[in-house]
DNA sequence: GTTATTGTTCGCAAATATACGAACAATAAT
DNA sequence: ATTATTGTTCGTATATTTGCGAACAATAAC
């Protein structure tokens, strides 16, 4: 085992990854992607899931920075987070750029 | 609840996601897009984990489809599998462009 | 003050994920 | 045949994730 840890960049990317680990959210993501109203009904809506659970993984996204949500009572606002929206789609640009695997395989 | 289930382009991103969605992973395939060399034990000094634990994670990574591997006995090589990596670069590039928050957040 | 609407939080159960050491498998070297 | 090298698999322990219904909180409407 060598110098250990990982690096934060490394850290950083496997958060978003983890984050969109999930069928559910990766839906929740692309509905939200998609505009600029987005209510927490409207996403129950689109899922086959529980509103408990569709609250979970707002939550789950909210913490890895993804979306954010705010209070419009009686209803809850949910959007992309743009700026980490943005930083994911450069880690994750980068992340596949690095291989150089690009025009020819490594193992055959 | 609206139509239920995900598409498969969804299941596909979260598939590729999860196995990104930890440290050791994201390490391993970043050492992995690097090179042309990459035996099991390179990568296994490359991090702070035993060797089971090592074995366990390109296991999820070879299922995941993200990366492949062939026994020279006794060694065994491992390398990026080029055919999904672009896939995967491919589907997250998509992915972070459906955003409609390119220019203007969706909430405030 | 009830009642209705909209989501979140709690408590729980079941399934997965993470990590490790020990045992094992396959070959090569002595 | 023993021994050494390189990884995988097994068994196990612990932690995290996923999912749900029920209870709760915050307003608005009556």
Redesign the interface.
Known sequence: ??N???TLN??Q??RF???????????I??F?????E?YFGDI??????AKATVSQHLKELKEAGLI???VETPKV????N?EN?QL??KL??E????????KE????
């Open positions: 085992m060598a250990k840890d990982y490394q850290e990317v496997a990854a983890k984050a969109m680990g999930h069928p559910a959210r990766i839906a993501l692309g939200l992607a998609k505009q600029t987005c129950h809506e689109e899922l086959p899931i954010q949500g705010e606002k949910y959007c992309i743009r929206w994911a789609n994750f640009g992340f596949f750029g690095q291989c150089v695997c690009k395989s490594c193992c055959k």
